[in-house]
Structures are given as C-alpha cells and as structure tokens.
C-alpha cells in the first residue's frame, strides 16, 4: 500500500530545481533577487530549488533570462507536467489499460471510467489541498482519455454503483441530469453492463469501494483507493475475498435492465 503523500517529490522537481540553483549560483545571482525579479518570497524559491515544490513556468523563464541560460531552464517545462493520476494509482492504472475483464464496485461516487467531463473537473476542483489549474485540467483531459478503453469491445465491464452515489449531486443540477443519461447511455454496449444496488439495507459494500481485474494472462488483480493511498492485490487469499464480496454484491443489485430503468426514473425526476 502506498501512500501519495508519502511518496518523494518526483524526481524532475529536484533535478530541475537544482538546475535553478547551479544557473542562479553560477551567475552570482542571490536566491533575494531572483524572488523579487520572479514575485516569489524566499521560501518559495527555496522550497523549488530543493524539489519540494513544482519549478513554476515564470520562475522557469525569469532565472532563464536573469542567469543566462539561453533556453536550457525553460526547456524543462515538458518534464514538469502535472502527474495525470495520483502517484498510488499508477500501477492499477497500468493493469487497468490491459486487462480483458474490469469487475467495479462504488459506494460513493460515479466510476471514474464513467463520469461526463462536467463531474470529472467538479470533483477535481473539490481536492483539498486545492490543485492548480493546470493540474484540474491535465487530469480531467487524462480521466477522459482513459475512457476509450470502454470502446474495446473485447473487453468486458461491470459496473456496480450504489444508489447512494446516484442520489449525491455533484456539480449543479443540470450537471447531475446529464451524469445520470451518461450513465444510462454507458452501459447499452453489449460488453459494457452497469447495475444499481438499491439503498435497502446494509450489504458487504458498505465499507468501501473496490474494482476487480482479469489480465490476458488470466490472472486476477483486486485494487482499493482511499483519500490519499492506493492498493493493488495479487495476493490470492485477498483477491478472493473481495471476489466473494462481488458475488454477494451482485444478488443486492437490480438486472441491468431494471437499473437502466431505475437511473432514467432519477434523471426524470430531478
């Protein structure tokens, strides 16, 4: 299990940030005035320079220009992206593009593999600590790109969603309605099924949300998310309890039929 605040700076903060300050040394230019010419307090200059912090574009060109680096510093900018996903998903992510059978369960929220852009960029701009804009937007455009993977029609998805994530409103009103057709629409495809669990009482997914994985090689994979950590089982014994957890799940679920029902009945209410 690995959490994303417990993970080191990614390694192009610190290699860029010490580039600053070989550039700043070398021109003789003191960390005071490259935070004026930039409008950055010490701190922040500092915190940069030692990686904790991502090389912002306009220090990027201001320490270019004032250190005469002739483009080399602001030639980083490509390696200083924002991450597309959070850094404890990324192997689930990896398995996830390949895998020929995607088992998901939510308690909470629409699946990421199913939510409109309108939901994607209101949950991001929800994050605490706040995210840039730069960082909303590089992971909104990276959530819908994953969705084409719902378009390999020899893949097979199973979505099984809570009531609960229906009924929570995320975005406004409009945006909510136009999540619910999404999610109705989503689950027409033959390879693609999308189930509701009725709020009718307490079943083995109340405790939390999880997806299940079949990779071409047939082996099984289960993956857990939490706030700021994620966890990607190959583990037999935990793979199958959580397979268990599924089966019990489903006999709470209505038909895929009665759930498509189910959501356009939402939609048309609200």
């Not at 369960?105 to 593999?113: D, E």
């Not at 939490?226 to 037999?236: F, H, I, R, S, T």
Request: proline fraction near 6%; charge should be negative.
């Amino acid at each position: 299990m690995t959490s994303e605040a417990s993970q080191p700076p990614p390694m192009a903060w610190r290699y860029c940030g010490n580039q600053i300050k070989l550039w700043r040394t070398r021109a003789g230019v003191t960390r005071e005035e490259l935070g004026k010419a930039a409008n950055y307090e010490y701190e922040t200059i500092r915190s940069m320079e030692q990686g904790r912090r991502r090389p912002t574009l306009r220090l990027l060109e201001i320490a270019d220009e004032l250190c005469g680096a002739h483009g080399l510093l602001v030639a980083a900018t490509d390696y200083l992206r924002p991450e597309k996903f959070p850094s404890f998903s990324l192997d689930f992510m990896r398995y996830e593009a390949e895998a020929t059978v995607l088992n998901s369960y939510q308690n909470q929220l629409i699946p990421g593999l199913l939510q409109t852009e309108a939901t994607a960029r209101a949950l991001l701009n929800a994050h605490w600590p706040p995210f840039d804009d730069e960082t909303v937007e590089e992971r909104v455009a990276a959530r819908l790109a994953r969705q084409s993977l719902l378009k390999t029609q020899t893949k097979s998805f199973n979505f099984v969603i809570d009531e609960a994530a229906l009924l929570r409103p995320i975005g406004n009103a409009e945006t909510h309605i136009q999540q619910l057709r999404h999610l109705r629409t989503a689950g027409e495809p033959r390879h693609v099924t999308v189930q509701v669990v009725p709020a009718t009482g307490a079943h083995p997914g109340v405790n939390g949300s999880f997806v299940l994985l079949e990779t071409p090689e047939h082996d099984r994979l289960a993956y857990e998310e939490g706030q700021a950590m994620g966890a990607l089982y190959a583990d037999p014994e935990k793979v199958s309890m959580l397979t268990q957890r599924h089966t019990m799940i489903l006999r709470q679920a209505l038909s895929p039929e009665e759930s498509a029902q189910f959501i356009s009945k939402l939609a048309e209410e609200l």
